[in-house]
């Protein structure tokens, strides 16, 4: 049942994100190239030619919406991870459109004409307008569980540190929707309680419980020093069919975020998680270290040139100067054969064999060094 929720839900999730984006799409075409929110100066392209690229913007959003894990079920994404993965899905979207509207100038018909204005106020918009929708739907699923709908009944077996932080988790976040009956423990007596939720019994109750077909879903939660227990009580679950889940306790032994590898088979859990080991966040990067450098370039070009030119005026010799740093092994790099340039800030004199300060960039170089 609540499979079958989430699938609906997930369908509903894209039909809205469709609508949405379109709206703000439609809605920045009306602020800034309709002519009735800001005066417009000179002509502007026919609006079949700005709603026509909806047609290749709609496809390309939602598979960012999803590559960001914007279609993962709200019990297993907080609002602030949700909001950056919004935000991380536009700023590439536009990214690309971006790419798309400069570089290909020459191939596409209209695109010199295409207004980078409105794909600005798409973007902010966007964003708003995603993180409304999603807002509104947490509240309206936190109002539907409060009432009983759509929640998900589960037993927790074995009271752990992993336990507390299930429950804790839980009590904090009210809109997954998760209602825990109890625990089964057999080292804390029958009673016990922490933050409203009881043990009910030891866990050779467990065939009990299941037998009553009211779970949803078991959250095994043993401590380390129970786990031989794990393989009996895995069989009595998957033998009544409940969906089962299993929440280890090592979280206060591992301080990264651990992850799993299938290895023919064999699950192997990873205990560092290293980002850019995947082909996407590594070709993410790539992409967003070249167009950051080039931005650089661009906005610290007259101070480049500005540099340049004092040091070629005030010493004569080259601009740049190579020196060797020590890199991750014991091999020496030399900066002129790598992406570090470093501008001449010395001279030599010929004389006593000193290395002098050029006269015009004493003051540079001492701001220079307060600021490393």
Not at 8 to 22: F, G, M, P
Not at 49 to 57: D, E, G, S, W
Not at 247 to 257: A, E, V
Request: aromatic share 10%; net charge positive.
């Amino acid at each position: 049942m609540i499979k079958d929720n989430q699938k609906r839900l997930n369908r509903l999730h894209v039909l809205l994100d469709v609508i949405v984006t379109a709206a703000a799409y439609a809605l920045a075409w009306f602020i800034v190239i309709s002519g009735k929110v800001i005066p417009l100066d000179e002509g502007v392209l026919k609006p079949q030619v700005y709603f026509l690229a909806l047609v290749f913007i709609l496809p390309v959003y939602l598979i960012l919406y999803a590559s960001f894990h914007l279609y993962v079920p709200k019990r297993v994404q907080g609002r602030r991870s949700e909001f950056a993965n919004i935000c991380k899905a536009n700023i590439i979207g536009l990214m690309l459109f971006t790419f798309v509207l400069f570089g290909a100038r020459r191939y596409i018909t209209h695109n010199e004409f295409f207004s980078t204005k409105m794909l600005l106020a798409f973007f902010a918009i966007n964003i708003l307008l995603l993180e409304a929708e999603r807002m509104t739907i947490r509240l309206f699923l936190r109002s539907l569980r409060t009432y009983g709908y759509n929640q998900k009944h589960v037993l927790l077996i074995g009271y752990s540190r992993a336990a507390e932080g299930f429950i804790d988790r839980v009590t904090v976040n009210p809109e997954w929707g998760y209602h825990i009956h109890g625990i089964l423990d057999d080292r804390q007596p029958a009673g016990f309680e922490y933050r409203g939720i009881k043990v009910l019994g030891h866990t050779d109750h467990l065939e009990t419980f299941l037998a009553s077909n009211t779970l949803d879903e078991i959250e095994i939660t043993l401590s380390l020093k129970e786990y031989s227990d794990l393989e009996e009580i895995v069989a009595a679950c998957e033998k009544s069919g409940v969906h089962t889940k299993f929440i280890p306790d090592y979280n206060n032994m591992i301080p990264t975020i651990p992850y799993m590898e299938d290895l023919q088979g064999l699950p192997v859990i990873h205990i560092r998680h290293v980002p850019l080991t995947g082909v996407f966040n590594a070709t993410m990067k790539r992409a967003v270290d070249i167009v950051g450098a080039l931005f650089g370039l661009i906005v610290f070009s007259p101070v480049m040139l500005a540099t340049a030119l004092l040091i070629k005026v005030t010493s004569p010799g080259p601009v740049f100067s190579a020196r060797s740093v020590s890199g991750g092994t014991t091999t020496r790099l030399k900066c002129i054969n790598s992406v570090l340039w470093k501008s001449r800030t010395q001279e030599r004199n010929r004389s006593s064999g000193q290395r002098l300060m050029i006269p015009g960039l004493r003051l540079w170089d001492v701001l220079s060094e307060r600021q490393a």
